[in-house]
């Protein structure tokens, strides 16, 4: 590697428009981002922020509308072959495979794939069946393994061309509490296996990025609101006051609360199922106050809005709360939170991939 060593991953600019009806999406909306190698990066943000286009253009299966893109110094353009050697992908939710193959064979197809030779590929199949905790299901078929089983499985199938560099979209989407701790620590042990292997992470669990990540962007509508380490982060809302509040209703939403004086920001979600004709549906809200004293008027207004008070707690800033201060909502209250729920469907599973829709020349800014 040259004396200037290039960055793990450096866009400028970068922006994606989807040709869309009745309108175009904007999915990106021009992303200035720099990761240097052995880097854990976070991109953190609501459905529909543009987290899964941003992968897609740099793992080469998307072009960008404009802008630039590398990867190690190669262009996610005009480079990727040389790209798709060095990395690898997992997303949530992924399907990849062929549900009548065993998860030995399915993986050593894979192996195949990426052009390791076929003693080679039982070989290093057989290791990442053992380093993924998937030493049962070796001869089961792929068909009948749990959700936390077939993420491990994909993320094995990510290691088999051992990537400088691992892109994870949501890798724990839809996995029960332990098997999302099981594929957390699995990435983690990679990660720390060998320095200057680097990953980006997306997701959209705050407690997830703050865990995992060294570094964060918080995105939101395609462009980066902020970047920094959770600390960081978490530092720019530290001077205000942060309260969570369990209320028996929040009639008219958390509209009418932003508004009084002295609250930052405000957001709620349904603590229980149902909707709105139980009278045992309960709402949280978090609210961000400029100061102790501004908590006075809250409580009085609840009042006035004929809210009960279930419980009422300070707590030290999260992201949530960082994310709430930067665009005055929260997670759960975004707007585009329906919008886009499909899982990728395990694409990035092919080492020869086709990129998806428009050719190269098209410009559709
Ligand atoms: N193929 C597509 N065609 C049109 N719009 C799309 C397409 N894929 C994604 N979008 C839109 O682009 C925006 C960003 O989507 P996405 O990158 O999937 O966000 P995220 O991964 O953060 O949820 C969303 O508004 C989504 O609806
Ligand atoms: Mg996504």
């Known amino acids: 590697m040259s004396a200037t060593a290039p960055l793990a991953i450096e866009t400028h600019a970068l922006r994606r428009v989807y040709r869309a009806k009745p309108n175009d999406v904007v999915a990106l909306d021009g992303i200035d981002l720099e990761v240097a190698p052995g880097e854990f990066f976070g991109l953190l943000g609501p459905n529909g922020a543009g987290k899964t286009t941003l992968i ?17 110094g190669f262009d996610v353009v005009h480079q990727t072959k040389q790209i798709r050697r060095i990395m690898n992908m997992v997303a949530g939710g992924e399907q990849s495979g062929y549900g009548i193959l065993e998860v030995r064979e399915q993986l050593w197809m894979f192996s195949q794939f990426y052009g390791l030779g076929s003693r080679d590929g039982w070989r290093r199949v057989d290791e ?7 030493d049962e299901q070796r001869r089961q078929k792929v068909s009948t ?5 077939r993420q491990k499985m994909n993320f094995a199938r990510g290691l088999l061309n051992d990537p400088w560099i691992f892109f994870l979209d949501e890798p724990t989407l839809g996995l029960d509490v332990s ?3 099981a594929v957390r620590e699995l990435i983690l042990s990679w990660k720390a296996a060998v320095p200057g292997r680097t990953v980006l992470l997306t997701s959209h669990y ?5 865990e995992l ?8 509508h395609g462009r980066v609101l902020a970047i920094g ?10 001077r205000e006051s942060i309260f969570r509040l369990e209320l028996d209703r929040l009639d008219g939403g958390t509209a009418s609360l932003a508004r009084l004086p002295g609250v930052v920001a405000a957001s709620a979600a349904a603590s229980d199922e149902g909707n709105g004709q139980g009278d045992r549906q309960s709402v949280s809200v978090n609210l961000v106050l400029e100061d102790d004293a501004a908590l006075g008027g809250v409580v009085g207004a609840l009042g006035g809005l004929g809210a009960q008070i279930l419980a009422l707690r300070k ?7 960082v994310f709430v201060e930067l665009v005055g909502r929260g997670f759960d209250d975004a707007p585009d939170a329906s919008r886009d729920e499909t899982p990728p469907q395990g694409r990035a599973a092919n080492p020869q991939p086709r990129r998806e829709d428009e050719p190269a020349e098209e410009e559709l800014v």
């Not at 705050?206 to 703050?210: F, G, L, R, S």
């Open 213 to 220: 990540c060294e570094r964060i962007a918080i995105v939101d």
């Open 229 to 238: 380490s959770p600390a960081e982060l978490k530092h720019r809302v530290q």
């Open 56 to 72: 897609k253009i740099l793992t080469t299966l998307l072009l960008p509308t404009t802008g630039e893109a590398r990867i190690f």
């Open 179 to 181: 098997a999302a701790r």
């Open 315 to 321: 707590s030290e800033p999260t992201l949530e709360d």
């Open 145 to 149: 393994l749990s959700t936390g089983q």
């Open 206 to 210: 705050m407690a997830e990025v703050d």
């Open 128 to 134: 990442l069946i053992d380093a993924v905790g998937l």
